[in-house]
């Protein structure tokens, strides 16, 4: 499932990429991979366009996944006043590293940093840019997951596709979705 958080043309700020990888690692997680017996889930935040996507694969519980996507922003309220709250707590400090260590990875080949490179020139990101974002990420507070959810709650053109199996299909319908199928084999 996935949607527009940032209307075109706003800045995205790099708390963005801390509250997606607490949400992948914590609350997905838990609830779409661990109680819902999906193989795995994650979400991802396009930061040029301020997409969000919140995603699972060989998911045997389709239904309850889009409940679990239904109830992230909640989650999100609920930690940014709980856990989060203290700004310097373990939660919002593990967090932040895990966002950084994504951001960081390992050492890049030489096929990747050109790469990097010319995705960084075609979108003229000047190594200011990035470290204000990398700032932004090291700043980031209970109030901006509180700002996420509320946008969450809120976000724009709201997209769902699954590539399902037929019982999959005919859950869904039992369960009161509208889908439009198409078949790909």
Do not use: C
Not at 56 to 64: A, E, M, T
Not at 65 to 91: H, M
């Amino acid at each position: 499932e996935g949607g527009l958080m940032y209307d075109f043309g706003e800045k995205v700020p790099g708390s963005t990429e801390v509250i997606t990888k607490y949400l992948k690692t914590g609350y997905l997680w838990e609830t779409v991979r661990v109680k819902n017996g999906a193989y795995g889930a994650f979400a991802a935040m396009s930061t040029t366009i301020g997409l969000f996507l919140m995603v699972s694969y060989r998911d045997p519980n389709f239904l309850k996944t889009l409940e679990a996507y239904g109830g992230a922003a909640d989650s999100l309220f609920e930690d940014a006043s709980t856990s989060l709250a203290d700004n310097n707590g373990p939660a919002l400090t593990k967090a932040i590293i895990g966002a950084i260590g994504d951001m960081d990875g390992s050492a890049i080949s030489t096929r990747g940093l050109g790469w990097a490179s010319l995705e960084r020139w075609l979108s003229g990101q000047s190594a200011a840019m990035r470290q204000n974002f990398r700032d932004e990420v090291l700043a980031t507070t209970a109030e901006d997951f509180t700002e996420f959810a509320s946008r969450l709650h809120n976000w724009k053109y709201i997209s769902t596709a699954s590539i399902t199996s037929q019982s999959g299909l005919e859950e869904a319908a039992t369960g009161g979705m509208n889908l439009n199928v198409v078949s790909v084999g």
